[in-house]
Structures are given as C-alpha cells and as structure tokens.
C-alpha cells in the first residue's frame, strides 16, 4: 500500500474529523421528526374548504382544493422520507471506529493514485482515471466529499477535471452529472449507506462506478446527443459532420437555413444573405451594391443594368404597366400624377428622391 | 469464523456474519451475492484485490461492490441530490 508520510499524518488528523462528525450526525435522528408542519397546514386547508363548502362558494373551493391537493401530496413526500429514515432496529446501528476511518482513508491511494486530504477545507477528494464511455470522452473527475456535510443530502460534488461538457448544456460534463451534483440512481442507497456508516472508501468507489456506468434511458443528456453544434438560425443540433460554417460569420448552420450567394456561390446563413431590391435572389453583401443615395442594394448583374444619372443616383426602375379600365377610360392626368408619385414612393430605389403624395 | 461483509448491491448491507473456517472468498461470493458473477463486482478483502481462492481469515473484511451501478434522473417529487 502506497503511503506518504504526509498523506499518512494528514489521514489520521481527518479521520479523527470524520469521526467526530459522524458520531455527531449519527446522534441527529431524522427519523424523530414528523412532519407536523405540513400536517397542520392541511388541517387548515381542510377547514377552509369544508366552510367555503357549506357556503356554496364554487370557485374558492376549487381554488382550496388544488391547494389540499398541493399541501396532502407534500405532506405525503415527507412520510416517505420520514419512513425511509426509519432505522432498521430500535437500536442505531454503530459507526464505524476511528481506526476504520483511518484504514479506509489510507486505502483510498490505492483505489485513486490522485488523493487528497485538504484539513482546511474539511475535504478529501479523489481523482478518477479519465472516463469514456460508449467512445465519448469525458476526461477525469474530481469526486470531493465535504465531511462536515456528512448527514446531508449529498455532501460531495462531482467536477470535472478537464470538462468536456454536452453540446446541449455546459453544466451537463457527464450524462449523470449536472452542476457537480451526481444523480446517484440505483446507487443512491449503497452511497448513503456508506456515508453515514462511514464506510469512506466505499463511498468513492460506488461514486466512481456510477461515473463508470451510462444508464441511456435516464440521463441529462444522452451521449448521442453529447457532441455537435446548434444551428445558428434554428437551434437544431447538428453532428460535426452535419453541420456547414456560414461564410461571413463563421457560425454553424443546418442545410435548412443555409443559403448560397447567387454571385460568388459561397454558403451562408440567412443573417449573413441580403437580396438584391430589384431582382430579389439572394447575395452576399460583398456581392450587393448599395448606390449613394439609396437604402436598397442591387446584385451585379441588376445594378449593371441601370446606368447612373449624371448626379450619381441610379435611374428608378420603370414602373408596372397599369391595368386599363373596362371603359377604356383615360386616366385624369391628376389620377397619373398620383399614380406616379405612389409609385415612386413605392419603389424603394427611389424614396428619398420622390415627391411625397398628396 | 466471524467475517465482516460489506454487500454494496443494493441497500448497502454491512454485518458480521458467521462462516466455517477455511471459507474462500469466492464462496463466500456465492452465498452472499448468489445471483451476481464474480467478474461484474470488484472484490475486496480488507480494502485490497484479491484471488477469489483466498481463504478468508477471522475478523476479514470482504466487500463486493457492482462494477456497473445506473445513475439516473430523479424521480418526480425527488430532487437530484438535492
């Protein structure tokens, strides 16, 4: 068995730590409190639904019945874990000796080379080997158990050494971890029951095998979805083969939302594609040109097409054919001016040089 | 002899239990844990790997500890380490 010497003096000083705080949560008996609170509340819940009731009030009633309904299902959870709780004979079973607190802490080098005891943080931690699990790469984990916590839920956390965290979510470093904490699942029992009998090498061995194992049907997320790239437009996670890089951004896009440039051809997402005003397909901006004086773009081939005025503006685009009445009557020259100016201002390229319509 | 065993499936059963001298440890497997295959656990005698033909001693600590032990999301009312 490997043992430093330091390791060895920082070991007996913990355990003596760990001992003291296990005899002290041993002596705490979560079983010996009832829920009487939420007990109470529902008595009171009760009688108000029982006076609105006998009133005929329908909708305070229903109200005070969801709330019955909210305040019996938590009163419920609280005798399960009150039952849970219960000791399994009349007498609390014994903590270990401090004499197996050292022999366990001292054995910890063995399971995990990278151990450490950290008397000012009231801390030991191991280090896993780098885990991967069904060819996804997780790295190694940091399982570091706070012993003045012991008596707690989950007196530990979990952190990853060196995260490589789900695409989905970089609090998710492990399909079972989530913001350090580690859902336990079918482990939850033996790891409890390690802690509070202060079994602490078991304790980091059944953590480990939980960090060793993937439950696929329960898992923050699973490791089909671990890798890949949000599409920029649409969210979809796409596989690093799936997904193409928009041109101008550099950001990764499905195929859904990616758009080619008619002119230079290159892909980019629909942020990064304006349209030409005149022709609509769509362009890059380095394909677009926005002449002086105008707010709308023109491909190459659109803006070709209209030669400059000698003050620089580009000629407005001829307008529409106008639909002849049945009558086959000539338009008013009022109806003309007006129809020219509406359609002047209608048409983009030409909005700051149009006279407004009357 | 009284052996101490530590049976990590499950519930975490610890106890001292009586067993003839000369008890190997792979016997000692298949009474404890007499659905389960040796090599799905990581055994444990006195916090140190072991042949499974030791012959355990008195006062031995043995552990058996399933390698593959399913994390999974809480259930509902539960919260994850909460």
């Known amino acids: 068995m490997c043992r430093s010497p330091l390791f060895s003096r920082q070991a007996l000083r913990a355990a003596a730590r760990i001992h003291d705080q296990l005899t002290r949560a041993a002596r705490t008996t979560p079983w010996a409190e009832l829920p009487v609170e939420s007990w109470e509340e529902a008595v009171r819940v009760a009688s108000r639904l029982r006076y609105v009731v006998a009133r005929g009030w329908s909708s305070a009633a229903r109200a005070l019945l969801e709330d019955l309904a909210y305040v019996t299902r938590q009163l419920g959870r609280e005798i399960n874990q009150f039952e849970s709780n219960l000791p399994p004979a009349d007498r609390p ?69 060196s995260p490589l965290p789900s695409s989905e979510n970089d609090e998710v470093t492990h399909p079972h971890v989530a913001a350090q904490r580690l859902c336990e ?38 490791l ?135 | 002899m009284k052996v101490l065993v530590i049976n990590n499936h499950g519930g975490g059963f610890a106890d001292y239990v009586e067993v003839p001298s000369g008890t190997t440890v792979r016997e000692m497997f298949q009474r404890e844990v007499p659905s389960g295959k040796p090599d799905q656990y990581l055994i444990r005698v006195n916090r140190q790997p ?18 593959k032990i399913e994390g999974a999301l809480p259930k509902i009312f539960d919260t994850c380490g909460a």
């Open chain 1, 224 to 358: 089909d979805r671990w890798t890949g790239s949000p599409c920029h437009e649409c969210g979809t996670l796409l596989a690093s083969d799936e997904a193409r890089l928009c041109e101008r951004c550099e950001e990764p896009v499905c195929g859904d939302c990616t758009g080619s440039c008619g002119s230079c051809g290159y892909a980019f997402c629909s942020s990064c594609l304006g349209r030409c005003a005149q022709c609509e397909q769509p362009f890059c901006d380095d394909c677009l040109h926005t002449p002086d004086g105008s707010n709308s773009s023109l491909c190459e081939t659109c803006f070709q097409q209209y030669p400059l005025q000698e003050d620089g503006h580009v000629t407005c685009f001829p307008s529409a054919p106008k639909l002849v009445a049945a009558d086959d009557s000539a338009p008013s020259p009022e109806t003309e001016t007006r129809s020219a100016a509406t359609d002047a201002a209608t048409d983009p390229l030409c909005l700051g040089k149009a006279p407004l319509p009357s």
């Open chain 1, 185 to 222: 699942g079918s482990g939850a029992p033996a790891i409890q029951a390690a802690l509070s009998k202060g079994r602490i090498l078991d304790f980091f061995v059944l953590v480990n095998q939980v960090l060793q194992t993937y439950n696929p049907s329960s898992a923050h997320v699973p």
């Open chain 1, 93 to 161: 079973e014994p903590i270990v000796s401090l004499r197996e607190v050292v022999e366990d802490l001292l054995a910890l080098r063995q399971e995990f080379p990278q151990s450490h005891i950290e008397l000012g943080e009231n801390s030991v931690s191991v280090v896993t080997e780098p885990i991967e699990l069904e060819g996804v790469s997780l790295g190694p984990f940091r399982i570091a158990l706070f012993w003045k916590d012991i008596g707690r839920r989950q007196p530990y956390e979990v952190v990853a050494e």
């Open chain 2, 50 to 67: 072991v042949a499974s033909d030791q012959a355990l001693q008195e006062g031995d600590r043995i552990s058996f500890t399933p390698i």
